[in-house]
């Protein structure tokens, strides 16, 4: 199935294609639920953009469906997106995956000294909308 | 718009610091962890620990301000 149209798709495989380095996108939990099924087929297709530089993975032990990445230059970063990465989350994925890949943020500098000063783990949850 | 913006911000966040995760939630795919959480409007960001919540999207310096805020 295509979620874009031939003009976009091209671009989006032209971005993908030069990434930095490889990342792997993991789709976790059981096949049976709806939305593992509906993430695994936007998943693959992703992939498919860009087989070069993208991967993925199944894993089918996991309770809750969710969706994370991992690459071989950037383990530390920790995303994880619950739900089925379309509308504007397809393009927040696309955004996660440039960052693993090594691409680097842009911030300010205000926001990148505050950010330093972080010394103990916070985790933050974002409630959204795919609209 | 306000949840791709939030989103943007946050990732870039923590693209630059390590001890921040993140896990983006689509409250109408996971209705019962929003009711559980109470989540009224989109997008809201929950830290932990300390459980403070921040609604809507604000500007990148307020953002790294509250999570700096939220370790303590």
Redesign the interface.
């Given at each position: 199935m295509s979620y874009l149209q031939n003009q976009d798709e091209h671009a989006l495989s032209q971005r993908l294609a030069s990434l930095p380095s490889a990342v792997e996108v993991v789709v976790e939990g059981s096949i049976e639920h709806p939305i593992v099924v509906e993430t695994l087929d936007v998943v693959s297709y992703l992939v498919s953009l860009s087989p070069e530089t993208l991967s993925y993975e199944h894993h089918s032990g996991a309770l809750d469906p969710k969706v994370w990445l991992q690459s071989q230059v950037f383990r530390s970063l920790d995303i994880t997106f619950w739900g089925v990465p379309t509308g504007l989350e397809f393009t927040a994925l696309v955004e996660a995956i440039e960052l693993y890949s090594g691409i680097a943020p842009q911030t300010d500098v205000t926001t990148r000294s505050l950010l330093e000063q972080i010394s103990s783990r916070i985790a933050a949850s974002i409630f959204v909308s795919p609209t | 718009?306000a949840?791709?913006q939030?989103?943007?911000l946050?990732?870039?966040?923590?693209?630059?610091?390590?001890?921040?995760?993140?896990?983006?939630?689509?409250?109408?795919?996971?209705p019962e962890?929003?009711q559980e959480?109470n989540?009224l409007g989109?997008?809201?960001?929950?830290?932990?620990?300390g459980s403070q919540r921040l609604q809507g999207v604000v500007p990148?310096?307020y953002?790294?301000?509250y999570?700096?805020q939220?370790?303590t």
């Open positions: - | 718009m949840c791709a939030m989103v943007h946050a990732m870039q966040c923590a693209a630059l610091q390590p001890l921040l995760s993140l896990a983006i939630i689509q409250v109408d795919q996971f962890r929003g959480l989540i989109v997008p809201t960001t929950i830290l932990e620990p990148a310096p953002f790294a301000g999570l700096l939220a370790q």
